[in-house]
Nanobody, 124 residues
């Protein structure tokens, strides 16, 4: 079975940086994404990339500040968060799917079948 474990969350001040890591155990994941959910809000996709590091995609709210990357040898997904803002406060989840990354709907939640437990990021 594929399992995901996120780490790297914490409390930071606005303008600082943080790096999230998602370790994937097991095989069969092709597309990998980062999602977040703030209190009282629905879960939103923010970035995705293929396991081999191709096709990075970002939503407008994080583009230019966050960088998604993957290491296929380690089967690990990363999210480098720079210049964080108060509105970045949320529980962050990584998710994967064995299917290829979608082009037209890159962060369609239902496309991702396996999810991690989440890591909290709090910006003050």
């Amino acid at each position: 079975d594929v399992q995901l474990v996120e780490s790297g969350g914490g409390s930071v001040q606005a303008g600082e940086s943080l790096r999230l890591t998602c370790e994937v155990s097991g095989a069969g994941n092709s597309c990998m994404g980062w999602f977040r959910q703030a209190p009282g809000k629905t879960r939103e996709g923010i970035a995705r990339i293929s396991r081999t590091g191709r096709g990075p995609y970002y939503v407008n709210s994080v583009r230019g500040r966050f960088t998604v990357s993957s290491d296929s040898d380690k089967n690990t997904l990363y999210l480098e968060m720079n210049n964080v803002k108060l509105e970045d406060t949320a529980m962050y989840y990584c998710a994967v799917t064995s299917a290829y990354c979608y082009v037209r709907a890159p962060l369609l939640t239902s496309h991702y079948t396996i999810w991690g437990q989440g890591t909290q990021v709090t910006v003050s």
